[in-house]
């Protein structure tokens, strides 16, 4: 078995996860190598730094939505979700919550995005 490259694209929340490949698992009674990655660490935590945003109303309380305003991407819906525990990214934030977003340059600093 050659080795296996799995290409992620960069924004995603599993973009900085670790790949092991070649591990040996017991599947359906017979050995098999397969490639696995496991959950990134929660790369970004709440911090003095990040800025406070008040939800307003208007269906842009979605993540991906403000994720949009302040990185100019959708994709780091996941960022704001972790900074603000919020578990469900369907839901989003309730409006007229104050949510935490981490700023463009701490994002960079922390290898998330590209400045």
Known sequence: ???TRIELSPYTMF????VYDGISVE???SRQKV???GMM???????AT????RVPAGGDARLDLISQKFYGIPDLWWVIALVNNILDPLVGAPVGT???VPSKN???SEGILTV
């Open 106 to 108: 701490r994002l960079a």
């Open 50 to 53: 990040d800025e406070i945003f």
């Open 15 to 18: 973009a900085a996860t670790p």
């Open 1 to 3: 078995m050659g080795s």
């Open 41 to 47: 660490v929660d790369a970004v935590v709440p911090d």
């Open 35 to 37: 490639v696995l990655f």
């Open 27 to 29: 599947v359906e009674g």
């Open 98 to 100: 104050n949510i935490r």
